[in-house]
């Protein structure tokens, strides 16, 4: 179900299983089974844990995991009722996301600029959608060519679980993207189905080598490497517009997030700001 109607990832679904492995040990040790266990087996188990002391992140996602698993069973009539249903876990202060400031955006984008090399107008390409839509890592390195097909002012992508959106793009963006076709046009390469293609066309480019590619423009642009990544920057897409007014279901949509709630996150991060702010005007004291 997980795999087939929601479109988990491999990771989604090898973490499934390991914490369902991990819970069904425990249970065996007692004579029990998932299909059997009861409330007071659960609760035992997440008893467990917690003298395992494992992270309380981690003891949230098997939780969760359990939740999932029970009801499914339930939808299934395999069993009647859910053992989980009563069950809470720790609160967890979600925490903030890490965000780059405008400045430093702009730092980056200049660095792209100015690369060196025959990489250069990928690059900017690569920074430009990221910033101007806020993809995920995984959607802009396996972009098709399909997606700019059409209105070249709107890419579609296929997010988690095939869910398709469509993200207007910035002029800044659009130039980028035109100016890095013109330059594939011109290398008379062999005709790949991805955007940006891999070396030899037959894969796109990884999400690791991208990682790394943005780690080595930081250094040029006189940042702290270990404060950017492609996530960081999705941040800083969602935290930006906020600050300048956008609305908050839009910024929803153009993310691809399911619930809003997850949006809301950077909500927090511009309070957190305004407050630093009001700490230090010269009438805080």
Known sequence: MMAAERGAARATLRGYTQDLGDFTAFLARSGESPGSAGTRAVRDYLATLHRRQLSPSTAARRLSCLRQFYRFLFAEGTRTDDPTATLEGARRRRP????LSEAEVDALLTA??????????????????????????????????????????????SGKGGRE????????????????????????????????????????????????LLKDLAI???LDHQRVSPHVLRHAFASHLLAHGADLRAVQQMLGHADISTTQIYTHVLDERLQALLQRHPLAD
């Open 96 to 99: 903030l996301p890490k965000i």
């Open 220 to 222: 040029a642009a006189g």
């Open 165 to 212: 959106r469509m993200v207007p793009l910035s002029e800044p963006a659009v130039a980028a993207v035109r100016d890095y076709q013109a330059e594939q046009s011109k290398a008379k390469q062999l005709p790949s189905p991805w955007l940006f293609p891999a070396t030899g066309g037959a894969a796109h480019l990884t999400a690791r080598r991208f990682s790394q």
């Open 112 to 157: 792209a600029r100015n690369h060196p090399g025959p990489g250069r107008v990928r690059l900017v390409a690569l920074l430009e959608l990221l910033y101007a839509t806020g993809l995920r890592v995984s959607e802009l390195v396996s972009l098709p060519r399909a997606a700019l097909r059409g209105d070249p002012r709107f890419l579609v992508v």
